[in-house]
């Protein structure tokens, strides 16, 4: 069946992008919202994303004229009738799927398809309230839908085969690439994707890097177009908590179990771009570009000079003086940086110099070399993961984001405990019943290796 005429229910961010594909597919779209002041927001957002492509020379006025001609706006489901095919895009509660498509049970023709674009619910749930299940596809877009080249299509056990393949060639008409999944929670991009961004949001949280630096370590290191909290603003805080706890009740365990503070932000109506603020904040007129900070942060200037430390030399552990033992290769080539950079390097522990380096590897492990060479105050870790980046490793003691957002009350209890004790129960706990969330975290072994009062205590 030739699809010609289209409906999208709901102008979201999603829903209007989809809109947009549709329409400069050459297809005839009907974008229907209830609520008036929603369709004059979604036709807003349509309108501007084709105005972006005038201005960027990728549209002429006549074609952004004949793709907005092809959208007709509209707030009753009758004005659905005549369409081929009708792709829903309501929010992700699974009543207002079902009402929807009961709805359009009404007005549709039977061999009409309808086009459930849920990222997070079962499509098998959605098509089993309809009155004809067997026309009801999955159709996932990804967000910008006029620019992610990919389509999930989802058959369930109930889809009739012509219904997929009807939007499997439609979705490549519109220039997309379909795959084909079935009804399984996150289908396949959001499984292997939420994870991943999710523990993006657990490293923030518990203070290991700053959110521009989570960010930056994986556009400028690992090469990809936005940082994981950029992403997560992009995609919706909401929608990616919706989509991690159904993961969670799919499969289980603590693999999908959503950071606390995505869930906090979602909770708090932080949901990233859409609302204007998330992991970071989008002013109406002027949002920061993707994956980068709002503004440039002041950088302190450089040090004159610098003591390196190499975990991997006898002298590190020794505090021998600077000579004792070669350089690994590692230390040697972090040596070279330093030096090309006009910064005076020394590998003397005891010579006062402005900063202290750990050259440490992709495991970490700052604290131990530091303490035996008497520097674990003033000493970070610096590991080159990549030649245009730098990852920076604070121990606890030069952590000075550690703690933040949290309460003083634990912190406190810690030091009254003992770090080392505290280790020791959680180490017999994770042994004893095997659940990951025993496990004590690296922070505090390295506090209770080091022999060091924990942050709370210190402060105080
Ligand atoms: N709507 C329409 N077009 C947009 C757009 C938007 N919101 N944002 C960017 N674009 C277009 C631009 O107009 C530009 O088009 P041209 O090349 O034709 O001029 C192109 O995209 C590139 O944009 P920019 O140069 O402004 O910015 P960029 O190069 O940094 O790219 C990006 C922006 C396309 C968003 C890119 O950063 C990217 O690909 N990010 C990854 C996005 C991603 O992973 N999406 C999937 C999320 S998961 C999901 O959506 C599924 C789910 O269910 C949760």
Redesign the pocket.
Known sequence: MEVREVGVVGLG?MGA?IA?VFARGGLSVTAVEADRDALARGMSILGS?LG??VS?G?LTEDEHAQILGRVRPGSAMTSLSGADLVIEVVPEQLAVKRQVLAELDQVLRPTAIVATNT??LSVTTIAAGSAYPGRVVGM?????????RLVEVVSTVLTEPAAGQAVTALARRLGKTPVQVTDRAGFV??AL??PYLNHAVRLLETGYATRDDIDLAVTAGIG???GPLA?LD???LD??LA?LQVLQREFGGTRYTPAPLLRRLADAGRTGRKSGSGFYDYPAQSPP???SPAGQRAEPPPPGTVTLIDPAAAGARTGAAEGAGPHSERAAELASLVAAAGISVTRNPVHPTDLVIVAVGPQGGVLGPATAAGRAADAVGLHVAAPGLAEIVPTPLTAMTLGCGYPRGPVRMLAEAGVERAAEVLAAMHAGYGDPAFAPPPLLTDYARGGLPPLGHEAS
């Open positions: 961010t992008g947009e994303s972006r492509a960027r990728k990222s997070s996932h877009f990804f967000n910008p839908a006029p620019v992610m991009a959001n994707l939420l990809l177009p936005m992403l992009l995609i919706g929608t990616s989509v570009a993707a994956g």
